[in-house]
């Protein structure tokens, strides 16, 4: 994460990072697995996806039946069930 200028796990925005972490490009059925052969390093450069998301300015919605999660497609739980 460092190298690609992430701050650190205490310090980085958790939206950010959890949207990076499990997006899906590829149609993969597991993504966490491949969390420490394949996303952590292969993390995009943080000013840019910072900038993408500050240019968005839409913020992600809860979960409204777990409300630790974000709503839709992100709510592991209701993916699950």
């Known amino acids: 994460m460092a190298e690609q200028g992430w701050p650190g796990i205490h310090e980085v925005e958790r939206r950010i990072l959890v949207q990076q972490l499990t997006k899906n490009p590829h149609k993969v059925t597991n993504p966490y697995r491949l ?10 450069r943080y000013d840019v996806v910072a900038a993408q998301a500050a240019s968005s300015g839409a913020p992600m919605e809860m979960c409204p ?14 993916r699950t069930a």
Request: one cysteine or more.
């Open 35 to 44: 969390l420490a052969s394949d996303r952590v390093p292969n993390l995009p």
């Open 65 to 78: 039946e777990h409300p630790k999660y974000y709503a839709g497609a992100r709510c592991i739980p209701c």
